[in-house]
């Protein structure tokens, strides 16, 4: 199992840089489309699009990126973090799903569990 815990750490990470890299070309491009429009109302729209939706994009990126550098690790709120962020990408269709069906797999395990409550034995 401790091939799928780096597996699932790795997706974590990777989906979440993914998730920042889309805010980025959102909010880019939406903040350039701004910029063209002769509309001020229309422009201060797209701005408060842009900035809404990048700062929503990377609320919801940080905390996976932590959840895989907290699995790489081994701890045990990693795990959980990990679950309840799975949980969550079910919905974003199609990458997220698979990656949180995978997860919730690979992490609700009796292996798995086991080499969390022994990593956190072993810290002490």
Not at 9 to 14: P, R, S
Not at 46 to 51: G, N, P, Q, T, Y
Not at 73 to 81: D, F, P, S, T
Not at 96 to 102: E, L, N, P
């Amino acid at each position: 199992m401790e091939k799928h815990i780096n597996i699932v750490a790795a997706l974590q990470i990777g989906l979440s840089i993914f998730n920042l890299l889309v805010a980025l070309l959102i909010f880019t491009v939406l903040k350039l489309v701004g910029g063209f429009v002769d509309d001020a109302n229309a422009n201060t729209i797209l701005s408060i699009i842009a900035d809404v939706f990048a700062i929503v994009l990377i609320i919801i990126s940080v905390p996976g990126i932590l959840a895989g550098m907290g699995l790489y690790k081994r701890k045990e709120w990693a795990r959980i973090l990990t679950l309840v962020l799975s949980i969550i990408e079910i919905f974003s269709f199609p990458f997220g799903t698979a990656i949180g069906i995978y997860s919730i797999w690979a992490l609700i395990q009796p292996e798995t569990v086991a080499a969390f409550g022994e990593s956190k034995e072993s810290n002490f």
